[in-house]
Structure formats: C-alpha cells, structure tokens
C-alpha cells in the first residue's frame, strides 16, 4: 500500500544543508496502523509530510498505490491527494468561520460533491467519531477533544486509502488522547483505512499494530504487535454504523449525476483495488478485520460506478 | 467545485472580514457613483439641450436664401437624388419664382415654401390690447407641412386672415397697465415682486381665435409720434404651442402669419407719405428673400443641399447644431468617464492592499484547505469570487450613491428655477455594475494568484 524507498530529505537554512532523513526505508501494508515514534527534531514530521506529498524528497522514491508521488506535479498531486489521502493535524486546523459539519464536508466541496451527499455523509462521520450532537456549532464552540474529532471526521470523509496524522493528541490532556487513539483504533478495525501515526509518546505508540522508530533521521527499529483482541466486541456496533454510513452515501450518490470522466477515473481506482486487495489480505495479521474487509471490497464497486 | 460552494464561502469571507470589506466597497462605491453621476449628468444635458434646440431648429429642414452658392459648370458631376436643369440664364443669386419651383421639384423635398421675416410690428386687439410680433409671410396652407399644428381653426386663403402662433396670444396687456408696470419697475428696480407680476402677466392668456386684430404702425420719421392703424384683419386659426414648450417660454415669441397678398395690403395701408422706407420689409415682387425646404429624411439633407447650391442660393440646414451638441456631450462624456475609471484605478489599489492583507493572514486556512485536496485554480477562483463579490457590493452601494446625488442635484437645479431634470438612464446602471465588478475582478487576480501559490505545508508548519 505504502512504500518509502531510500528517502533522504535536507533542508537548506542559508547556504547551509542540514541533513534531517537519512536512507529511511519501509513498507505498509493496505489496513494497517503503525506509529512513527520518536523524540523532537528527529525527523518525523518531515517523513510524514514527504509520505503525504506536500513536499518532495531530496532523493528517494515514495510509492502509494504503487504510484510513486515524488514524481507527481503539483496538481496531480493535488488530485492525488484529494482521493487518496486524509490528514488529521496536531493543532485540529479547522476553518473557523465554517460549521462543525461544514468543516467536515469541505474536502468533498474541492470534489464538487453535491450539498446533499456530502451533508448525510458528514452527519455520519459525526455520529461515529461520538459527535452528532455538535454539528451545526462552530469549531470554537467545542473542546479540543472534540475539535480533534471534527478533523478525524473529516479526514475520512473522502474515504482515503492512508490517513496521515501528525501528533494527533498532542495539544490534548492524557484522558482525551485515549479516547481519541481509541477512535483511531476503532476506524482502522472497521473501515480498514491504513494510518500512520507520528508521536512522540511510547504509551500512544504500542498501541498500534507496528512501531517505526526515528532517530536523528535514522530508522533504528521496526517492532511487531501481536493482533489486538481486546477491543473486539466492539466491532459488532461499529460495523452497523458503518452499514448506515453506506445506505445514505448510496442514496446520495445517485442522486448526483457523474459525468464520464468521473465514471471513467473511478472505474480505474476500482480496478486497481482489486489489483491490490488479493494480495493485501494474503498479508493481512489482523483476523477479525477479514469480514468488513470484504464489505468494503463489495461496496467499492456498486458506489463506483460498477463493473462493466 | 461548485459555483455555489465557491460563492458561498466567499460570502462568508465578505461577511467575516469587514474591514477588507469596508474598504474595497467604499472605494469601489465612490468609483462606480463618479460613472454613474457622471455619465447621467452628461445625458441629462444632453437631452436638455437637445430639447432646446429641436424646439428651436427642425433637423430635416433647410433654410435657403438668396445668394452664394456653389455656379455649377453645367450638367455632370453627381447627380445624386434628382437632375437639376442648370440654366445660365436664371438670375444669379436671385431666389426667384423659377427657382422655387425648381426646388419643389427636387426628389426628396417634401415641401419648399417662402417663409419670410417682414419685421416686428405692434398689434392691437379690439379691447385695446397690444402686443409686438413677428410678420412671417408664408402660405397660410402650408403650415402643417412644416410640423405646424392647428390647435384652433385653421388656414384660410382669404386676404386680411392670419394665423397666430400660441405664443402670440399670451400676455396681451393693454397699454396703460403695460406703461404703469413699467413706470413702476423704473421707480423700483429691485423690487422683485414687481418683475414675478410682469412674468405673471406675460402668460396670461387671450382667446384670439376668429377675433379681429389690427396693426399698428408709428412714423419714426416725423416729430409728434403719428400712428397709423391698418385694416381690421381676421384671426382665422391659432397654431398649438410645441410639444414641451412651457407657456412663458412661449410667451417670448409671438408670431403673425400672413399670406403674402395680405402683406402687401397691409403695406399699403401703413406706408407713411414721408417715409421712403415701408414698415413691411417686403422683397421685390416674383422674389423671395427666405424658403424653408422640408426633406424627407435628415440622411437627404446634404444631397438636396447641393441641388439647391447649384442654384446659386445659399442652403443652410441645422444639423450642425446636433453635430455640435453631440462633439460636446461625447467629450463632456468621455472626460467623465476617465474620472469615473480614475477613481475605480485608485478604488482597486485599496482593493489590491485589502485583499493582499488579507491573503496573508489567511495564508494557513489556504495551506489546510491545499492539504484537504483544494488545488491552485480552486483558491484561485475562490478568491477572484470573493473580490467580484466586493466589486458587486461596492457597486449596488454605488448606485444607491448615484441615485442620492442625483436626486440632490434636481433639488439643486430646482431650487435655482431651471428646467433641466436630472435623470439616471438605465443602461448607466449595469455599465457603472460591470465597472464596478470589473474592478473588483481585475484587483482580485493578484492576491488570487498569490494565494494560490501558498505552500500547503505552512498550514502545518508549527512555528
Ligand atoms: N522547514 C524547515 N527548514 C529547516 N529545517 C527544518 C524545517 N523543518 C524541520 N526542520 C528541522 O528538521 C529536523 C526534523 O524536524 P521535524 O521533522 O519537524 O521533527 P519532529 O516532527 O520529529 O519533531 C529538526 O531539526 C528541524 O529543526
Ligand atoms: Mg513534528
């Protein structure tokens, strides 16, 4: 899903280069969730911003759907981008002056997604990131928690295939970054979104199924968690939002009439999926996730467009 | 992105940031007024004038008198709407019978007939009532040829029956209280309640129609005044007063029409013994000194002015009052619009400060709306929207502006007693909104660009 090959990034202050990413190579699978640790200054920010193309690398080469972004011109990598990729920001990043549910639409308002569409979707990103209630109020009406929520909502909202996020709880108190981690957990159980998640504390980053340690621009570790367990009950509830989440996308989406080159540019993700998807489950550690996996599989299709 | 997501955000954009918004709109506002003010002022006299000279000169009529004129070398050259036999032998410079017939004869001439200036005389009403007018001779029946409308009676051939312009029946007076007024307003000059009284009694209305009227004549050549009283004449129809003539302009020009059989009667009957001079100035018989030609068409003009050229008469038609008016006006016009566009440059400078102000402090909602997958030509075009959105603003504001300086300037103009009616056309309205939107567009390109180029990595750069 996710491919860093020999990434090497500088940043130039003066006349001077100072090296900050040093031959960084790894992989990530489709669904998985893994953490990039590491004290300040070592040079995860800057990994997570190169991964997410919103700069280039000084060398090295970054695939993501086997397509190598580093390549991308601005605009493609803007479209790119838009389809492919959620960010969730350390400091929320909402736009003030927009609703709570405004907030969370506005990537598909770049999408010229229909008002209707994007409206019952967003509702029911709100309901299961636990904020239904706040929709219609302003950003600063909320706590930081529940801001960060907002940003998760709307991270998801164009169902991207990686969602990178940038010291997700690091502006909240310790009893707020559990619930926000956990939400994290949630989504990637139930909606096999693959994360990546930049912290610099241990106890957020064992959490997650793989740990990528940086230092001073080095990769130095790569550890494994078993499967986690003890959170499966919890799927059987996700996994009927997530069944109500489709209902109203669908009956949106036909609502909204696609024009050819949509259709067209949808059918080719599809099939690149499913190029992906054998291989990815092949791979896959994660028992539990085999089934809304294929749910996700199976309503790719009718939602884009179908097969021909 | 749609339209209407686009237009929305940038609404909110006007509605949060009212400083920016202040200024651009107060700066496009002033810009779009001066157009709008400007233009209009400019049509309104235009228009005004205009009025005035069409109430005194008719554009497809051509004046021709007696003289001049380009000799032609025979037949050839252009020979245009008709074929003028030139003959040598016709009196040069002379406007004869011959000639006239000529003229009447020509294509595109609706009608060609004497109208001539016999001098200012006094006429007097049974109930001793004066007033000076005008002698025109002309032939009585073709007065409605020339626009001319009968508002009473009508054209008789009889000799001894005239026709009276409106203006000729207003503020007839009879002598006495003519001279006590006079008397008065020579005791009093600055009394100005004595001058409203005699503009009050110049409109002052007579019925005329089938009354008798004489004329009066007064021997300048001798010592006592002698007056001589002609033969009572018969004022057989009133023509109506032009269409927007008010009646004290009306009331400046009194006119006697008279046929020319009743001119030389009259003549005859005021010429002093003494006086080698008649008061009537009458030209030779079988001559005219003055013809008005009526052309069908003002673009015919020119072609039958030539005709009447080769004649050896001079031809004069009035259409170089328009051309003149229309110079003025175009210029008064243009001048106004260059300030009107000079004000709308200096209102875009404040736009282009605002709005790059503006883009600046917005540099991190632009990088996260980047990261959220808005490309360069979407920040672009929401921007270019928000600044045709203060463009439109600034210029509704600009024509409620327009309209209440318009609307000071008719209080103005009223107060000072003049005629002219300041109006806004309707076309200055989307002119002075294009303008202002134009401006609003064109400062926004820009910011837009510089917008759009902002990193999206500063949205998260934490500094
Ligand atoms: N835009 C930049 N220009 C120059 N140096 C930078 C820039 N951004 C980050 N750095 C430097 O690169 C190193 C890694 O920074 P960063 O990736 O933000 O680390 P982390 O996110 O792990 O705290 C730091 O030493 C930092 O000072
Ligand atoms: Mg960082």
Request: contains cysteine; proline residues 4%.
């Amino acid at each position: 899903m996710l491919r860093v090959e020999d990434i090497t990034h500088s940043y130039k202050s003066g006349n001077e280069w100072t090296s900050v990413l040093h031959k960084i190579n790894f992989a990530v699978k489709e669904g998985e969730m893994v953490a990039l640790l590491g004290s300040s200054g070592s040079g995860k920010s800057t990994l997570l911003n190169l991964m997410a193309g919103l700069m280039k690398p000084t060398e090295g080469h970054i695939y993501i759907a086997d397509k190598d972004i580093v390549k991308m011109g601005e605009n493609k990598l803007a479209e790119f981008r838009r389809k492919n990729i959620g960010f969730i920001f350390q400091a929320y990043e909402l736009i003030t002056s927009l609703t709570v549910r405004e907030n969370v639409e506005l990537p598909l308002v770049f999408q010229s997604v229909s008002p209707r569409a994007r409206k019952a979707k967003a509702l029911a990103l709100l309901e299961q990131v636990g904020i239904p209630d706040k929709a219609d109020l302003f950003p600063s009406q909320l706590s930081g928690g529940q801001q960060q929520r907002v940003s998760i909502a709307r991270s998801l909202i164009t169902e991207p295939s990686v969602i990178f996020a940038d010291e997700p709880t690091g502006n909240l108190d310790s009893k707020t970054e559990e619930e926000i981690i956990s939400i994290l957990l949630n989504l990637n159980r139930t909606m096999k979104t693959t994360f990546i998640v930049v912290t610099h504390e241990y106890k957020v980053a064992e959490q997650m199924q793989r740990i990528f340690t940086l230092k001073d621009g080095f990769l130095i570790t790569e550890s494994q968690r078993e499967p986690q367990v003890q959170t499966e009950p919890q799927i059987e509830p996700q996994l009927e939002l997530k069944t109500e989440v489709q209902g109203e996308e669908q009956i949106a989406e036909e609502a909204e009439p696609q024009t050819m080159v949509e259709v067209e540019e949808q059918l080719a993700a599809g099939a690149e999926q499913e190029a992906v998807e054998p291989q990815t489950a092949a791979a896959d550690e994660d028992p539990p996730a085999e089934e809304p996996e294929h749910q996700t599989a199976a309503e790719a299709d009718p939602a884009e467009g179908g097969k021909p | 992105m749609k339209i209407r997501d686009i237009s929305r955000m940038a609404w909110e954009q006007v509605k949060r940031r009212k400083v920016v918004t202040g200024l651009c709109m107060t700066g496009i506002s002033i810009g779009c007024a001066a157009i709008i003010v400007a233009l209009s002022v400019g049509q309104s006299a235009q228009v005004y004038v205009t009025d005035q000279v069409n109430q005194n000169f008719k554009m497809d009529e051509i004046m021709v008198s007696p003289g001049g004129g380009i000799p032609s070398n025979g037949k050839g050259g252009s020979g245009g709407g008709g074929s003028v036999e030139v003959n040598e032998n016709l009196d040069p410079g002379k406007l004869t019978d011959q000639k006239l017939k000529i003229i009447q004869g020509l294509n595109h001439v609706k009608a060609a007939s004497p109208f001539q200036e016999a001098g200012y005389l006094q006429m007097v009403t049974v109930d001793n009532k004066i007033a000076d007018v005008r002698i025109i001779i002309a032939d009585l029946k073709m007065l409605t040829a020339y626009d001319h409308k009968f508002k009473q009676g009508g054209a008789s051939g009889q000799v001894g029956s005239v026709v009276l312009n409106y203006g000729a029946t207003l503020g007839l007076i009879d002598l006495e209280t003519r001279q006590k007024l006079f008397d008065q307003m020579n005791a009093e000059p600055f009394n100005q309640e004595l001058y409203q009284q005699y503009d009050k009694l110049g409109v002052v209305p007579a019925e005329m129609y089938r009354k008798q009227i004489q004329i009066q004549a007064q021997d300048y050549g001798s010592t006592a005044p002698v007056y001589k009283l002609s033969s009572p004449l018969q004022v057989d129809g009133i023509l109506a007063s032009p269409k927007g003539m008010d009646d004290l302009r009306a009331s400046y020009e009194k006119i006697m029409y008279m046929s020319p059989e009743t001119a030389v009667q009259l003549s005859k009957e005021l010429s002093f013994d003494n006086s080698t001079t008649s008061v009537l100035t009458l030209p030779p018989e079988g001559t005219y000194n003055s013809l008005t030609v009526k052309v069908d068409d003002v673009a015919n003009i020119k072609s039958v002015e030539q005709m009447i050229q080769k004649l050896t008469l001079n031809a004069q038609d009035n259409l170089f009052q328009q051309e003149m008016l229309k110079e003025q006006f175009d210029m008064i016009k243009m001048a106004a619009l260059g300030i009107g566009v000079f004000i709308l440059v200096i209102a875009s400078i404040s736009i282009i400060v605002a709005m790059t102000m503006s883009t600046h402090q917005r540099r991190r909602q632009i990088g996260i709306m980047k990261v959220l997958g808005a490309n360069m030509g979407q920040i672009r075009n929401m921007f270019i929207t928000e600044a045709a959105l203060l463009g439109l603003l600034g210029g509704i504001l600009g024509v409620a502006f327009s309209y209440l300086i318009m609307m000071g300037l008719n209080k103005l103009v009223g107060s000072a007693g003049e005629g002219m009616n300041f109006f806004i056309p309707t076309m200055n309205l989307p002119i002075g909104m294009s303008f202002a939107i134009m401006t609003g567009v064109l400062s926004g390109i820009y910011p837009a660009i510089s917008a759009s180029r902002t990193d999206a990595l500063t949205a998260i750069k934490r500094d």
